[in-house]
């Protein structure tokens, strides 16, 4: 059976400060790794990884994977109040379709 | 459309109700996914469509879950003879085409449902 899981399950920064949220997984048939944000209901895409080692910024958010170790590591630099979501990371298999299976998530609450 | 939008945003149903979740995909989106996110958990996938065609439904957790997508574009996802383990908030994705892990899926702000 497919796992993704996310650690911590929940943390609470302070703005400013450096927060790195994990995903590991255990899929047959790997293809991609994707982090998406969730602030009310619907998760909006931040990343898509599919090679290792090759990291992916987006302003002071930043991503790397490790297919070797299967996980997956989503940093965010001085965090501001804005930021507060739950991190979901998700998987993609190979073959077909795009069926992605999700991490529980991670919730972040920066607080001022 | 300029994103996924779903109506209702949120039900209430007494328990044995049928009801129906509607989904208006991106325009020209060939994938169509539904996916039942539980309070506290990540998104569970429920079912997907290329165009009108339903390939998996192997994440419906029952028969009483139905979905459709008949003329490729808008999906419905009906729930009949609703439980309480039925709430959750459903959420609809679509994406651009159809190979695998290639294309980021756009999600709905999603229908929160709750039964009573």
């Known amino acids: 059976e497919d796992k993704v899981v996310q650690s911590p399950l929940s943390l609470v920064v302070h703005e400013g400060d450096t927060v790195t949220l994990n995903c590991s997984y255990e899929?047959?048939?790997?293809?991609?790794l994707l982090w998406y944000k969730q602030e009310k209901k619907a998760p909006t895409f931040l990343f898509m990884l599919?090679?290792?080692?090759i990291e992916k910024k987006s302003g002071r958010l930043s991503s790397i994977l490790d297919k070797k170790e299967l996980f997956s590591i989503l940093n965010i630099t001085a965090t501001q109040t804005g930021d507060s979501a739950i991190y979901l990371c998700a998987v993609g298999k190979t073959g077909g379709y795009q069926k992605v299976t999700f991490g529980t998530g991670t919730k972040l609450q920066v607080i001022p | 459309g300029a994103g996924v939008s779903q109506s209702p945003r949120y039900k209430v149903a007494k328990r044995g109700q049928d009801v129906a979740l509607r989904c208006d995909p991106i325009?020209?989106?060939?994938?169509l996914f539904w996916y039942q996110q539980a309070l506290g958990q990540g998104p569970e996938f429920l079912t997907y469509f290329q165009n009108e065609a339903q390939l998996d439904k192997s994440g419906l957790p029952s028969d009483r879950f139905f979905a459709e997508r008949p003329e490729g574009s808008v999906s419905t996802l009906k729930i009949q003879r609703t439980q309480q383990e039925d709430s959750a908030v459903y959420l609809c994705?679509?994406?651009?085409?159809?190979?695998?892990?290639?294309?980021?899926?756009?999600f709905g702000p999603g229908t929160r449902l709750t039964v009573l």
């Open positions: 325009s020209g989106h060939v994938s």
């Open positions: 994705a679509s994406s651009l085409v159809r190979t695998s892990g290639t294309d980021t899926q756009y």
């Open positions: 599919t090679s290792s080692g």
């Open positions: 899929v047959t048939n790997f293809r991609s």
